[in-house]
């Protein structure tokens, strides 16, 4: 359940939202009130809400600082309620990445539309989140420690070399070529290493560009495949569901 905090200073409109709208059809449930803007950070502090749903204009503390200050305590999407039709202010809650602005009185539709688009982002947020964590391993260069010898200065090289060529075909082979050394001892050393075979390493630094690039949404997923080094489109949908758990499409979607 996505977790609501509402902030309004009028009681009667403050409980008419928390107790007839359907929440729980939306997935949501209501976890605090505030009646002015101080109680409203507090609160923030406290619970931790997914979303704070709020008036612009309420004693101590109003709205806008409410959230701005609130920002600062947790991660939050936000919507306002005003009777206030003031460009300023509108303008203040786009600067705040505020999701949704509305006039009071608040449309019952179209506040369960702001929440359902509002409850989208969020679980696309956190599906984020899951995938950018477990694309963190050990394969990351800055995490990588590879012990400074005669042998390994090749894996130091693999790796940096990779690092800047990621998107050229390259193999272990490549480097054998390169380092006058058999394609077999540079594996067996690289995975002494690194505790992974090179093309898993280069598999899953080529996803983690990938995942990127697609979180930009400039690129469609063919491009995406031929940037990071795929040439071709089919094996670079199974690369990537293998070690993501999704297929490029959905990820997009």
Do not use: H
Not at 62 to 78: H, L, N, P, R, T
Not at 124 to 139: F, G, I, V, Y
Not at 160 to 187: P, Q
Not at 202 to 215: D, P
Request: aromatic share 12%.
């Amino acid at each position: 359940m996505y977790r609501v905090l509402i902030a309004e200073d009028e009681d009667i409109i403050r409980k008419g939202i928390a107790y007839t709208m359907d929440w729980i059809s939306m997935g949501c449930t209501i976890i605090g009130e505030a009646a002015n803007g101080k109680e409203g950070i507090e609160q923030i502090k406290a619970l931790s809400p997914d979303i704070v749903l709020t008036d612009i204009m309420m004693p101590v503390v109003d709205g806008i600082e409410m959230i701005k200050k609130g920002q600062d305590i947790a991660v939050f999407k936000s919507i306002i309620m005003t009777s206030y039709a003031d460009f300023e202010y509108a303008k203040q809650a786009i600067e705040l990445g505020v999701s949704a602005y509305l006039m009071k009185p608040v449309d019952e539709a179209e506040l369960r539309s702001s929440v359902e688009k509002i409850t989208a982002e969020i679980e696309k947020d956190r599906q984020l989140r899951q995938l950018t964590e477990k694309m963190k391993t050990a394969d990351d260069f800055d995490a990588l420690f590879i012990k400074s010898d005669k042998d390994n200065d090749y894996v130091q090289q693999i790796l940096l070399s990779t690092k800047e060529r990621f998107a050229d075909k390259i193999s272990m082979e490549t480097f054998s070529e390169e380092f006058g050394v058999s394609a077999s001892y540079l594996s067996r050393k690289f995975k002494e290493a690194t505790g992974q075979t090179y093309i898993d390493f280069l598999n899953r630094y080529r996803i983690q560009k990938a995942v990127k690039l697609l979180e930009t949404g400039t690129y469609k997923i063919y491009e995406v495949s031929e940037l990071t080094g795929f040439s071709d489109y089919k094996y670079f949908s199974t690369v990537f569901k293998k070690y993501t758990d999704s297929s490029p499409s959905d990820f997009v979607n």
